[in-house]
């Protein structure tokens, strides 16, 4: 079954369209650049599907093209569209420290069974509305380094930031994100 | 001794590079001695560990639900696989 898609390409489109693209629209949040991306995963797959080797299922194979698709579009934006905007992110923990850097919203205590955890999709909804709710430089910053897991040198690369502007916003993404799921998801199961 | 603040971002910079041996043991020992940033750190890691978890089940998870190609797009991309395949 899965050696015939392989030999099918316009079946990829009907079986796997649909995911790679709200991946990619998860990732990017531009419906026309995702689209465009599909595209490209897809003639990228077509070419090199000789080289398949079926060690991973299609889809799983189809995705890691993808997710290097999404990594070179974000570095080619990076580099049109230079920016820091530190400013943006600098004033975001104010919530949560006092001046004399002391805790003004206290962490919460989790429990929780990961096991259970991961396969519950509300939760993993509740995670992308979290990163959507990170302003985009923070998200594009955090999802480099968590989701790709590229060194915090080589996000830095690609998103054009310095060392220490890169170290901020990676701390301020992990606190809000810690935050946003406390509040909308262990403070509401507890 | 630094401020809760400061020990959050030490502890956000131990998660992408090797912390000196007074950082380590600056943070290590305001740990001990804070419940409140010893909890954030444990939320800290399984925040990263979540998001490890998230890639890994990439292909399983249901990103963007309400969302779908286009029958637009679904065409087109046909359509470019269909010129690729005989060239």
Redesign the interface.
Known sequence: MEQNHILD??A???QH???L???A??RIQD?QAA?DL??ET??AA??GKDSFAGRS?L??WL?GIL?HKIIDHIRKISRERPEEDIENVANL?DK??DE????KS??A??TTD?GLL?QQ?EF??M??YCLSELPPRLNQV??L?????L??EEVRKILQVSPTNG?VM??RA??R??EC??INWFDKKD | M?????A??LM??S???KLSLYQRFSLRFHLLMCK?CS??WQ??L??????????E???E?????D????PE??E???N???E??NT
């Not at chain 1, 004399?100 to 805790?103: A, I, K, L, S, T």
């Not at chain 1, 380094?145 to 897991?149: A, G, H, K, S």
């Open positions: 390409p316009e990829w489109v009907d369209g649909d995911a693209f709200r991946y629209l998860f419906a689209e599909v595209q897809f003639l077509l070419r299922s889809r799983t995705f997710k923990a949560t420290f004399q850097g002391v805790w206290q962490p205590k989790w990961p991961f999709q993993w909804e995670l992308q955090f999802t380094r968590e989701l790709d897991e060194s915090a170290g990676l701390h992990r606190m994100l810690r799921l406390e | 630094f401020s809760c603040k400061q959050t971002e956000s910079v998660l992408d590079s409140l909890r954030c939320q800290m399984f925040v990263r560990d979540v998001m490890h978890k998230c890639s089940r990439a292909e998870i249901d990103f963007m639900p969302h779908s190609l286009s797009a679904c087109r991309i046909k470019s696989l269909r690729h395949k």
